[in-house]
């Protein structure tokens, strides 16, 4: 089991560094289906199938099919350009950074790993993964997750907008 | 209304019998729970090989099934040279692909080249393990069966995508776009209509689905909803497998072969196979969905004919049941004429759609208030 979920983590870790090296951007693409797979094999450890096959089916089904489709719409080649340090680019690093040391923070903090309160691995087996899930969801968070689809409407009116104009 | 509405419930209300369920998975381990070793590698051993066989199995069987019918319906015989009626046929190509020059295109990316064949058969093979073929023979029973399916059947468009990619020939990107665009356009009617059946049977465990048809199967339990999402699926999955009328991916008039273009030997072989157990996958689930899975057809009340059909094994049911939709699939690829790109998307997205919408909607009043027999 732990043996498992060391392979899983190291290919995970190397394929996510394989994003960022990789010249080629299907090759990072890929590396990222990779690194998915692996996540969707620790989830499967954890016994949180629903999550697993979620993960695939959103990330590696949909998601980095459609980065495939614009990298292949678009036709990007590698340039063999190496990143300059302009000011955006060290915002963008500040940022990374912070975020960084926030979540470690976090880990190295008291926080709690594994079931719990309520959610025990047998209320789990019991009523069922999706069952929990769907009742979290829709019962103490649902204004979380409306806000969060209004989000994506907004979003998603924003991009047809921005399409819009640009053909005019 | 639905026709069979008009029926007394009766009369579609078969005989009541219980399905114990084992899986190759379970038995395994059970047996490792005995501390019994040799059990438990017989087990996997017997459930690798079983996906193995059934794989193989399917790819001649299918192979051979396609080129018969399609001469049948063009008034020819098909192949009849190799062996009683080209039996063998298909093992025979399976040679000539077997030791034909494996060619790459010079320009080509290699490593995703050799890839690709790869990760579409893996998405393939992946389902054919939690099929239900009989409540015996069936490798693993995922609680979570039906996004099981649908999360790795959509790998195969990742396949497509980097094998038209990965040649550096427009024909195949052509293609692979065209495949692309399409099947993730279709999934979105087919998870609808999966959803619509995964709302009436109250589970996503494939076996369970087909426990819940015990009494009656869905399509003709649920009034017009099952009916509905029936056709819906149908539609969306034989768009999804690229197979005619939505072909475009490979209209062989404008893009030579689509993403296989590229292809020779045995990669080609890897493409051909996936996409005929995907038909197989697809016919299979349908059946596992709608068509009761491996239970006899029952009528109530005729007790004589019951247990004639009682005594047809289960596995027979559902490999005669999905016989007969590869069939209906062969069948629509000799009959109807290729879609135009756009009646292709406007199909999808302004009738489809919207339909699978509001029969989900429907869907989920008929349980709520329970009108479903």
């Known amino acids: ?168 | 209304m639905d026709m069979l509405d008009f029926f007394p419930s009766s009369i579609l209300q078969a005989a009541d019998t219980s399905w114990q369920t084992v899986t190759i998975a379970q038995r395994a381990s059970s047996a490792f729970r005995d501390h019994d070793l040799s059990g438990t590698i017989g087990y996997l051993l017997l459930g690798l090989l079983f996906t193995a066989g059934l794989l193989t199995v399917l790819g001649l069987v299918l192979i051979y099934a396609e080129r018969k019918l399609a001469g049948h319906f063009q008034c020819r015989l098909g192949p009849m040279r190799v062996g009683w009626h080209g039996i063998l046929q298909s093992a025979a190509d399976g040679l000539k692909l077997l030791l034909k020059e494996d060619i790459v295109p010079e320009n080509a990316d290699k490593l995703l080249h050799l890839g690709a064949p790869v990760l579409s058969l893996m998405a393939t093979v992946l389902t054919l393990a939690i099929l239900p073929l009989s409540p015996t023979l069936q490798v693993v029973d995922l609680n979570i069966g039906v996004i099981y399916v649908t999360a790795v059947t959509s790998l195969g468009v990742l396949a497509i995508l980097i094998a038209g990619w990965s040649s550096n020939n427009k024909w195949s990107l052509l293609g692979a776009m065209r495949a692309g665009a399409q099947i993730i356009s279709y999934e979105l009617s087919a998870t609808l209509s999966l959803l619509v059946m995964v709302l009436l049977s109250g589970s996503l465990q494939l076996s369970e689905i087909i426990q819940s048809q015990s009494d009656g199967w869905w399509i003709w339990k649920s009034h017009l909803v099952g009916v509905i999402a029936f056709v819906t699926f149908l539609i969306s999955t034989t768009a999804e497998l690229n197979r005619t009328p939505f072909d475009l991916p490979e209209g062989e008039s404008e893009l030579t072969g689509g993403f296989h273009t590229e292809y020779s030997g045995l990669r080609f072989a890897f493409f051909f196979l996936a996409e005929f157990v995907n038909m197989f996958v697809a016919s299979a689930l349908i059946v596992t969905l709608f068509f009761g899975g491996w239970m006899p057809f029952y009528i109530g009340g005729w007790d004589g004919f019951n247990s004639i059909m009682g005594l047809i094994p289960p596995g027979i049911w559902f490999a005669g049941k999905s016989a007969f939709f590869i069939f209906l699939l062969m069948w629509f690829r000799w009959t109807f004429p290729r879609l135009r790109i756009d009646q292709l998307m406007s199909l999808e997205w302004k009738i489809l759609l919207p339909v699978g919408f509001i029969n989900i909607f429907l869907a989920a009043l008929i349980v709520l208030f329970e009108w479903h027999f």
């Open chain 1, 1 to 168: 089991m732990l043996l498992t979920f060391y392979i899983l983590g190291t290919v995970s870790v190397l394929s996510a560094l394989g994003v960022l090296v990789c010249r080629s951007p299907v090759y990072s693409a890929m590396s990222l289906v990779c690194s998915f797979f692996c996540l969707g094999g620790i989830y499967i450890l954890m016994n949180v199938e629903f999550v697993a096959v979620i993960q695939i089916l959103v990330y590696a089904g949909a998601i980095l099919v459609l980065f495939l489709f614009v990298i292949m719409l678009l036709n990007i080649v590698p340039t063999g350009e190496s990143v300059r340090f302009n000011l955006p680019v060290l915002i963008a690093f500040g940022i990374a950074v912070g975020l960084f040391a926030q979540i470690s923070g976090l880990f190295l903090g008291d926080i709690q790993f594994g079931p719990k309160d309520v959610y025990t691995a047998e209320a789990i087996s019991e009523e069922g993964s999706i069952g929990l899930i769907g009742r979290l969801l829709y019962g103490e968070f649902v204004l979380p997750f409306e806000a969060i689809s209004i989000l994506l409407l907004v979003a998603v009116i924003g991009a047809v907008i921005i399409g819009k104009r640009r053909l005019n």
